[in-house]
C-alpha cells in the first residue's frame, strides 16, 4: 500500500505516519505529467481536497488502487476509471489476512466515533457484531 507524499506530509508525519512505514507503508511522489493532472481534476472538482486529487492521481498508475470513504473521491475515480475501494472493504482484508478483530474493532470504533464519518452505519454494526464472535 502507498500513499502520495503530500498526504503523508500533511496527514500522516505526525501521527502514526511513521509506524505505518515499517508496516510497508509507502510514499510516492507524482511526476510532472502526474501533477499537471491533479491540476486537472483539482479545477474540474474542487470540492476534492488536494490531498484527494494527489491519491486519485497515484491510483491511476498501473497496478494501483484508490481505497477511500470519500463519496465525492469514489465519484470522480469511477469517471477516471481507476480501481475503487472503501475502508470497510480494506478491514474486511485485513480479518481475511488473520488480523486480530479485536485490534480491528477498536480501529473501526475509532473512526466511526469521528463526527465527520460517513461509513454506513449498518456495516460498521454488522462488522462489530462478526467480529465479536
Known amino acids: 500500500m502507498v500513499v502520495p507524499d503530500l498526504l503523508y506530509e500533511d496527514e500522516l ?7 505505518l512505514r515499517t508496516l510497508g507503508l509507502g510514499v510516492l511522489a507524482l511526476d510532472p ?14 470540492v ?16 494501483h488502487a ?18 475503487t475501494y472503501g475502508l470497510l472493504w480494506l478491514l474486511d482484508q ?11 474493532h477498536q480501529g473501526l470504533s475509532g473512526i466511526a466515533s469521528n463526527v465527520k464519518c460517513r461509513l454506513p452505519r449498518d456495516e460498521v454494526m454488522r462488522r462489530f457484531t462478526e467480529w465479536a464472535r
Do not use: H, M, W
Request: charged content about 35%; overall charge neutral; glycine content about 4%.
Open 33 to 46: 505529467p502526474e501533477l499537471q493532472l491533479v491540476q486537472v481534476i483539482k479545477r474540474r472538482r474542487s
Open 48 to 63: 476534492l481536497s488536494l490531498a484527494d486529487c494527489f491519491a486519485l492521481v497515484l491510483a491511476l498508475r498501473e497496478d
Open 13 to 19: 508525519k505526525d501521527t502514526n505516519g511513521p509506524y
Open 94 to 104: 485485513l480479518v481475511d489476512l488473520g488480523v486480530d478483530r479485536s485490534t480491528l
Open 66 to 83: 484508490l481505497v477511500t470513504g470519500d463519496r465525492n473521491l469514489r465519484q470522480e475515480a469511477e469517471k477516471e476509471k481507476t480501481a
